[in-house]
């Protein structure tokens, strides 16, 4: 077995490879507290393996009215650059729920850990937590460059969290940033509505010669057996569809599947599904479209990993503004 197929690797958000210093900027923001009702908790349903398909046909698609895929590549790259105009860093309530299970290819235990199995642990397992989740957007000044943090609540074990939470949720809109859009071959495949909303579906395809930005994996590296610390970045190629309004040119949800296999490291499948819901400044009448519910599917080295995420309880931190965000409305 190769040092890559023991690997530890994670998902990381990417844009330009700049370091920021996240509490530095959180402590220079100025926070817009959030005061949501307390709402009745809801028995969660169960997580079931139903990764998105991104190849498969949209029953509800329709050509009519036409679409032009300029017009909403523009639309959706002035909501991208808005969000990073208007929003330095956000928290939220974060509602994590995971699940691991042997894959119907699975021939015996292997010596895998990271966002995958867990070490030692039994083949069928779960848990879930609550986490104060971070995100920087880092400096307006500075090249585009998403950080996230974590850290979890009382009654959250959380010795296990980064080898299995992955990461770069809030980064995946932001493939429709002018500075990203040229990475990816994109067209307009019809309108279908999501959640009685109408909407364009952008379909989205890495280009082939162009190095990945959006998500990269970190493995061990094969100097392992030396140096147990040495790591490597592995890029992944996406591809996806998104549901842009048509009315705004807001992201309101989004899927994505790996372009290609990982065979070196044993990765079959890597998908995620993102619900995004508004935020609202309302002082600057500028709304912020951030991740409200996300679901990611792995299949990697014989186990499937199931990992849900609810986030709540926004509260925006911005250098231009000071306001109360609202609730966002239910679909």
């Known amino acids: ?15 330009f490879c700049c370091t920021l210093v996240l509490l530095a900027n ?3 923001a100025r926070i817009l507290s959030a005061a949501y009702p307390q709402e009745k908790e809801k028995k969660p349903h169960a997580l079931r393996w139903d990764p998105p398909r991104v190849d498969a046909p949209i029953r509800s698609l329709s050509a009519m009215p036409p679409c032009m895929l300029p017009d909403v590549l523009k639309m959706a790259g002035d909501r991208a650059v808005e969000l990073i105009d208007h929003l330095q860093n956000f928290i939220a309530r974060e509602q994590i729920r995971y699940e691991q299970i042997p894959s119907v290819s699975m021939s015996g235990p292997t010596g895998i850990t990271g966002i995958g199995p ?23 000044s500075e090249p585009l460059h998403v950080r996230e943090h974590r850290t979890p609540l009382k009654g959250t074990v959380g010795a296990n969290l980064d080898a299995i939470v992955g990461k770069g949720l ?4 932001l493939i429709f940033h002018p500075s990203m859009q040229g990475d990816y071959e994109m067209r307009c495949e019809g ?27 970190e493995t061990a590296s094969e100097l392992a057996s030396h140096d147990p610390n040495a790591r490597e970045i592995r890029l992944l190629r996406l591809k996806g569809r998104a549901w842009i309004a048509a009315s ?11 372009l290609e296999k990982l065979p070196l490291i044993e990765l079959e499948e890597s998908a995620f599904s993102v619900d995004y819901a508004p935020v609202k400044f309302r002082a600057q009448n500028v709304e912020a479209w951030l991740p409200q519910f996300a679901i990611g599917y792995t299949d990697y080295a014989g186990r499937r990993m199931i ?18 965000i609202q609730k966002p409305k239910e679909p």
């Open 170 to 173: 809030p980064v995946l809109a």
């Open 248 to 258: 705004s040119g807001q992201v309101v949800h989004l899927e994505t599947n790996l």
């Open 191 to 217: 309108s279908a509505p999501w959640n009685d909303q109408p909407a364009w579906v952008v379909y989205f395809t890495q280009k082939k010669g162009k190095r990945p930005r959006t998500v990269t994996m």
């Open 307 to 324: 990992v849900e995420h609810i986030f709540s309880e926004f509260q925006l931190f911005s250098v231009q503004t000071q306001d109360v």
């Open 118 to 140: 867990i070490p030692g642990q039994p083949e069928n397992m779960s848990f879930s937590g609550k986490f104060d989740y971070i995100v920087d957007f880092g400096k307006r």
């Open 26 to 28: 959180l402590a220079s």
């Open 1 to 15: 077995m190769t040092a890559c197929s023991r690997a530890t690797f994670r998902f990381i958000a990417l844009a």
